[in-house]
């Protein structure tokens, strides 16, 4: 059977809308992968209009792209928020999609760290009250007695980036630390000189709280009216987080009440806020939403959305994709040629078969073992299914198409493989009528390889153009005679490779062309050569 399968191919990226201010660092960087369009301050109708053509949207905190503006943007591949918090994008809607969601978590942190300690030094010593007081004309001391930090014990409510440096410029402080975050480990905030305990131990203990945790869910009043009752009287607030985790009324009746001494806030849960009582209390400090707001902040944070955005434009692996398999930095070098093999191997595994997927097994074999292959594990689900599904797949949506589809996923390791290989990936896909299928590839020097079909062992790297698969009986003259038919349709060859269970036994060619072959030629070659079968596939 002959089959040639032809790649889901995309116009090449041409327009990159930035709908929020970005430095003209990352403009520049945009710029020299595509056409790059500046609008702000958009109304939904115009953002909907100007994205149905748009492969690309870079937005702050100000832009929101609900569901509405996603389906109405059918060529959008990534969505790129220069900072941290994604809470105005709808980040489910993008993942049905198969669109990247990526961030710049790293850009920002020092930013909003320095800011937090700005605003708890600022309300305890009562900076901004008393600088209203001089600049009014008056002189009044003994109105604005504040508090040390010496002493004192601060709780950190999440431990991530932003409050392990809040943790580490408070230690010069001479203060407790403690902390609470059920994604880290005691042993991590013990470097960070953090005691961890559960949040509500850290509610009543804690005479100063700060927040740094996104707005999830799980997080939305995370501070609510019964955490209020649980916190010591007199305790000071501080959020630089996201206005969403505390609820601001029952803020409003704790300070009231005096439960809460002064609260320090950054963020709001509507901005610009509309609270009056909150506004107008004088045990409040307020700051328009400036944590990241500093000048290196903003660059920063533009040349990190912008080489997020442009690395999956490009099809490469993205460090900080809020909605996809992410790879660390320190696991960066190793897994990426893997992810390149991976995808390779599963779009290689969907032309040489042509029955309904039932299941896909995937043994990982030698140092890989050992890592978290999350992402390899979509690279060949989204290379199976790239012709066979009818949405746009990526490693984004990979794993959701896949079990929509009720396609078995089994993973195995082996440190040990029984190829002589440091690093082997194996896929065995199953089809409903009893058809197994086996391929195995490593990545040598970075490139792929393919290096098993079924049991025969060959070497061919997959780096594009065509391969032409066929199987023989080992004899003199088949290659040859292969050859010269190709020769005579004008078809160069690039490499060969043979791969035999016995001499004169069962043998797998594969021989890479420059050309496609057509189907007069094909037929030539089935009709006038010895061999069992032959499938030709684009790589």
Same mark, same amino acid.
Not at 72 to 90: E, K, S, Y
Not at 406 to 418: A, D, F, G, L, W
């Given at each position: 059977?002959?089959?040639?399968?032809?790649?889901?191919?995309?116009?090449?990226?041409?327009?990159?809308?930035?709908?929020?201010?970005?430095?003209?660092?990352?403009?520049?960087?945009?710029?020299?992968?595509?056409?790059?369009?500046?609008?702000?301050?958009?109304?939904?109708?115009?953002?909907?209009?100007?994205?149905?053509?748009?492969?690309?949207?870079?937005?702050?905190?100000?832009?929101?792209?609900?569901?509405?503006?996603?389906?109405?943007?059918?060529? *959008? &591949?990534?969505?790129?928020?220069?900072? =941290? +918090?994604?809470? @105005? $994008?709808?980040? %489910?809607? /993008?993942? #049905?999609?198969?669109?990247?969601?990526?961030?710049?978590?790293?850009?920002?942190?020092?930013?909003?760290?320095?800011?937090?300690?700005?605003?708890?030094?600022?309300?305890?010593?009562?900076?901004?009250?008393?600088?209203?007081?001089?600049?009014?004309?008056?002189?009044?001391?003994?109105?604005?007695?504040?508090?040390? *930090? &010496?002493?004192?014990?601060?709780?950190? =409510? +999440?431990?991530? @980036? $932003?409050?392990? %440096?809040? /943790?580490? #410029?408070?230690?010069?402080?001479?203060?407790?630390?403690?902390?609470?975050?059920?994604?880290?480990?005691?042993?991590?905030?013990?470097?960070?000189?953090?005691?961890?305990?559960?949040?509500?131990?850290?509610?009543?203990?804690?005479?100063?709280?700060?927040?740094?945790?996104?707005?999830?869910?799980?997080?939305?009043? *995370?501070?609510?009216?019964?955490?209020?009752?649980?916190?010591?009287?007199?305790?000071?607030?501080?959020?630089?987080? #996201?206005?969403?985790?505390?609820?601001?009324?029952?803020?409003?009746?704790?300070?009231?009440?005096?439960?809460?001494?002064?609260?320090?806030?950054?963020?709001?849960?509507?901005?610009?806020?509309?609270?009056?009582?909150?506004?107008?209390?004088?045990?409040?400090?307020?700051?328009?939403?400036?944590?990241?707001?500093?000048?290196?902040?903003?660059?920063?944070?533009?040349?990190?959305?912008?080489?997020?955005?442009?690395?999956?434009?490009?099809?490469?692996?993205?460090?900080?994709?809020?909605?996809?398999?992410?790879?660390?930095?320190?696991?960066?070098?190793?897994?990426?040629?893997?992810?390149?093999?991976?995808?390779?191997?599963?779009?290689?595994?969907?032309?040489?078969?042509?029955?309904?997927?039932?299941?896909?097994?995937?043994?990982?074999?030698?140092?890989?073992?050992?890592?978290?292959?999350?992402?390899?594990?979509?690279?060949?689900?989204?290379?199976?299914?790239?012709?066979?599904?009818?949405?746009?797949?990526?490693?984004?949506?990979?794993?959701?198409?896949?079990?929509?589809?009720?396609?078995?996923?089994?993973?195995?390791?082996?440190?040990?493989?029984?190829?002589?290989?440091?690093?082997?990936?194996?896929?065995?896909?199953?089809?409903?009528?009893?058809?197994?299928?086996?391929?195995?590839?490593?990545?040598?020097?970075?490139?792929?390889?393919?290096?098993?079909?079924?049991?025969?062992?060959?070497?061919?790297?997959?780096?594009?153009?065509?391969?032409?698969?066929?199987?023989?009986?080992?004899?003199?003259?088949?290659?040859?005679?292969?050859?010269?038919?190709?020769?005579?349709?004008?078809?160069?060859?690039?490499?060969?490779?043979?791969?035999?269970?016995?001499?004169?036994?069962?043998?797998?060619?594969?021989?890479?062309?420059?050309?496609?072959?057509?189907?007069?030629?094909?037929?030539?070659?089935?009709?006038?050569?010895?061999?069992?079968?032959?499938?030709?596939?684009?790589?």
């Amino acid at each position: 059977m002959y089959r040639v399968l032809q790649a889901n191919t995309i116009a090449a990226p041409s327009r990159i809308l930035v709908a929020d201010p970005i430095a003209a660092d990352g403009i520049r960087a945009l710029e020299e992968y595509g056409d790059v369009i500046i609008r702000h301050g958009l109304s939904t109708a115009d953002l909907r209009e100007i994205l149905a053509d748009c492969v690309a949207l870079i937005v702050r905190s100000q832009t929101r792209v609900t569901r509405e503006v996603i389906e109405a943007a059918p060529r *959008l &591949r990534v969505i790129g928020r220069a900072g =941290i +918090g994604t809470d @105005n $994008i709808d980040v %489910e809607a /993008a993942s #049905r999609r198969g669109i990247v969601v990526v961030n710049a978590p790293t850009a920002v942190v020092v930013a909003a760290a320095e800011h937090t300690l700005a605003l708890l030094l600022a309300l305890c010593r009562r900076i901004p009250q008393a600088h209203r007081s001089v600049a009014e004309g008056r002189w009044e001391r003994h109105r604005f007695i504040g508090t040390e *930090l &010496r002493g004192k014990t601060i709780g950190i =409510i +999440g431990l991530g @980036n $932003i409050g392990a %440096e809040v /943790a580490r #410029r408070l230690a010069a402080f001479d203060v407790h630390l403690i902390g609470s975050d059920p994604y880290v480990t005691s042993e991590y905030a013990a470097r960070l000189g953090v005691q961890l305990m559960p949040l509500d131990d850290l509610l009543a203990t804690a005479d100063i709280i700060t927040l740094h945790v996104p707005l999830t869910p799980s997080t939305r009043h *995370l501070l609510g009216e019964e955490q209020f009752r649980r916190m010591k009287p007199g305790v000071r607030i501080i959020n630089c987080a #996201r206005g969403g985790v505390i609820d601001e009324n029952a803020l409003v009746r704790s300070l009231e009440s005096g439960r809460v001494a002064g609260a320090a806030l950054d963020v709001f849960a509507e901005e610009p806020p509309t609270n009056r009582a909150l506004l107008e209390s004088d045990r409040v400090v307020l700051t328009p939403h400036l944590g990241a707001s500093t000048s290196e902040a903003q660059v920063a944070a533009s040349i990190e959305v912008a080489q997020q955005v442009i690395a999956v434009l490009r099809g490469e692996p993205v460090r900080y994709a809020v909605n996809a398999p992410a790879i660390l930095p320190e696991s960066l070098s190793t897994l990426a040629p893997y992810v390149t093999l991976g995808e390779k191997l599963g779009y290689l595994m969907a032309q040489l078969i042509d029955r309904p997927l039932q299941s896909i097994e995937i043994t990982y074999g030698g140092q890989i073992a050992d890592m978290d292959t999350t992402v390899v594990k979509s690279a060949i689900v989204k290379g199976l299914l790239r012709t066979a599904v009818p949405e746009h797949v990526n490693l984004v949506n990979a794993l959701l198409l896949a079990q929509s589809r009720r396609i078995q996923i089994i993973e195995s390791r082996c440190s040990n493989p029984q190829e002589n290989f440091a690093n082997l990936i194996s896929l065995r896909i199953g089809a409903a009528d009893g058809f197994v299928q086996e391929l195995a590839g490593a990545a040598i020097n970075d490139e792929p390889h393919l290096v098993r079909v079924d049991r025969y062992h060959v070497d061919v790297v997959l780096n594009g153009g065509y391969l032409f698969f066929v199987r023989h009986t080992d004899q003199p003259g088949v290659v040859g005679k292969i050859g010269t038919l190709l020769g005579a349709g004008d078809v160069n060859i690039s490499a060969m490779q043979v791969g035999r269970l016995r001499p004169r036994g069962d043998a797998m060619m594969i021989l890479a062309v420059d050309e496609a072959i057509s189907d007069e030629l094909f037929q030539r070659i089935l009709s006038e050569t010895p061999i069992h079968a032959a499938r030709l596939v684009q790589l």
